[in-house]
């Protein structure tokens, strides 16, 4: 799959873009907070009508207008396809499809599956578990539509339960019907995640070590209420507490994954190097992974992620990613042109340069067509 151009209009700090895209690498220098992450999130807001960062969507039209505009012109499965999105503030969004408006966004994921790469990746560590649980539920659903299903009524369901929680009810007659919805729903979840770690552990620890270049070991390990006990018997037996306490504690909705570096959690033992490591093999392996399953190649983003990253590890990334046969469309940002001249020499004359200032995207002509090569 390829983005060949995107218009922007009103997204955050860029008023106004028209840009066109190589099929191949496409670069963005600039300085700090000058908007070079901004492309890449209008990018990434055409594959999933979200922001990246989850910011809300009044956050992301820019701070001077009423509404934004985002157009993307693809080619899918050789195909031509056109998504367009406008958002209004205070009103809902609307998206798309080659000139047709999609009933519900839901219906949009999966058609444009794109993987991020960011400084933020750091609360996949860091940060609680469901970040962990949105690093699931994101992978699962772009090739999995009951599990996106399953998700929105899982949630509606324990929505339900809390709010009987809340009003004082009793009557286990009114909980059970609810808890059978939160059951099937949430069983289903439980299955298709539980099968993805495994399927997904041996393709991330091979890019962890890929970058790593060492001899470390790294794994992930699934944490559910529901490994030991079915769901209906663990709402039944925390009813009573749940009432207390005033929500439902037991669920899925409570699942992680232990990240895991030896036998210790990555998050207490990992220095900043492993750590980058580890976000950046994970999310190497959700664009692998995607791509078997789906069928297509995913869109990469990498945003800044050469930083607190020794030279060998940039060099060993540098690499992996300028290999055409493993890796398709590329943007990246960075501040330090070195780096990008660095990919650009792997991938020879198939490139755009960007620069960035203030909003202002400006593309940059290829050296080597100044030099007549």
């Given at each position: 799959?390829?983005?060949?151009?995107?218009?922007?209009?009103?997204?955050?700090?860029?008023?106004?873009?028209?840009?066109?895209?190589?099929?191949?690498?496409?670069?963005?220098?600039?300085?700090?907070?000058?908007?070079?992450?901004?492309?890449?999130?209008?990018?990434?807001?055409?594959?999933?009508?979200?922001?990246?960062?989850?910011?809300?969507?009044?956050?992301?039209?820019?701070?001077?207008?009423?509404?934004?505009?985002?157009?993307?012109?693809?080619?899918?499965?050789?195909?031509?396809?056109?998504?367009?999105?406008?958002?209004?503030?205070?009103?809902?969004?609307?998206?798309?499809?080659?000139?047709?408006?999609?009933?519900?966004?839901?219906?949009?994921?999966?058609?444009?599956?794109?993987?991020?790469?960011?400084?933020?990746?750091?609360?996949?560590?860091?940060?609680?578990?469901?970040?962990?649980?949105?690093?699931?539920?994101?992978?699962?659903?772009?090739?999995?539509?009951?599990?996106?299903?399953?998700?929105?009524?899982?949630?509606?369901?324990?929505?339900?339960?809390?709010?009987?929680?809340?009003?004082?009810?009793?009557?286990?007659?009114?909980?059970?019907?609810?808890?059978?919805?939160?059951?099937?729903?949430?069983?289903?979840?439980?299955?298709?995640?539980?099968?993805?770690v495994e399927d997904f552990s041996p393709i991330f620890m091979n890019?962890?070590?890929?970058?790593?270049?060492?001899?470390?070991?790294?794994?992930?390990?699934?944490?559910?209420?529901?490994?030991?006990?079915?769901?209906?018997?663990?709402?039944?037996?925390?009813?009573?507490?749940?009432?207390?306490?005033?929500?439902t504690s037991r669920g899925v909705h409570r699942d992680d994954i232990?990240?895991?570096?030896?036998?210790?959690?990555?998050?207490?033992?990992?220095?900043?190097?492993?750590?980058?490591?580890?976000?950046?093999?994970?999310?190497?392996?959700q664009y692998d992974f995607l791509k078997r399953v789906s069928g297509?190649?995913?869109?990469?983003?990498?945003?800044?992620?050469?930083?607190?990253?020794?030279?060998?590890?940039?060099?060993?990334?540098?690499?992996?990613?300028?290999?055409?046969?493993?890796?398709?469309?590329?943007?990246?940002?960075?501040?330090?042109?070195?780096?990008?001249?660095?990919?650009?020499?792997?991938?020879?004359?198939?490139?755009?340069?960007?620069?960035?200032?203030?909003?202002?995207?400006?593309?940059?002509?290829?050296?080597?067509?100044?030099?007549?090569?």
């Amino acid at each position: 799959m390829i983005l060949n151009c995107v218009s922007i209009l009103n997204f955050k700090n860029i008023e106004e873009a028209a840009l066109q895209f190589s099929p191949k690498v496409n670069c963005f220098i600039g300085n700090n907070g000058m908007g070079k992450t901004n492309i890449l999130d209008a990018i990434y807001y055409l594959s999933f009508s979200k922001s990246y960062i989850n910011q809300g969507d009044s956050m992301v039209i820019h701070h001077d207008a009423d509404f934004l505009m985002l157009k993307g012109d693809y080619t899918r499965r050789a195909e031509p396809l056109e998504i367009a999105l406008s958002l209004q503030r205070g009103k809902r969004k609307t998206m798309k499809r080659n000139g047709k408006e999609y009933k519900k966004l839901s219906e949009h994921i999966g058609l444009l599956p794109a993987v991020m790469v960011s400084p933020m990746d750091w609360e996949l560590i860091r940060g609680a578990g469901d970040e962990r649980r949105r690093l699931m539920d994101m992978i699962i659903s772009q090739s999995n539509a009951e599990y996106l299903a399953a998700l929105i009524r899982y949630g509606k369901a324990i929505e339900n339960r809390n709010a009987l929680i809340k009003q004082g009810y009793r009557d286990p007659i009114l909980f059970e019907t609810v808890e059978e919805q939160m059951c099937a729903a949430g069983q289903y979840i439980h299955e298709c995640r539980k099968a993805w770690v495994e399927d997904f552990s041996p393709i991330f620890m091979n890019y962890y070590q890929a970058i790593s270049g060492s001899a470390e070991t790294v794994s992930l390990e699934y944490k559910s209420h529901l490994n030991d006990k079915p769901m209906a018997q663990l709402l039944a037996e925390c009813r009573d507490r749940d009432t207390i306490i005033g929500y439902t504690s037991r669920g899925v909705h409570r699942d992680d994954i232990e990240l895991l570096l030896g036998q210790h959690s990555m998050r207490k033992t990992g220095s900043q190097g492993q750590c980058k490591t580890y976000t950046i093999a994970l999310r190497l392996a959700q664009y692998d992974f995607l791509k078997r399953v789906s069928g297509i190649t995913p869109i990469l983003l990498l945003d800044d992620i050469f930083d607190k990253l020794d030279a060998s590890r940039v060099e060993n990334i540098i690499s992996m990613v300028s290999n055409s046969d493993n890796f398709g469309q590329i943007f990246i940002t960075d501040t330090n042109r070195t780096h990008l001249d660095e990919i650009v020499k792997y991938v020879g004359s198939d490139y755009r340069i960007f620069m960035v200032n203030s909003g202002v995207v400006q593309s940059l002509p290829n050296e080597d067509k100044e030099d007549g090569l």
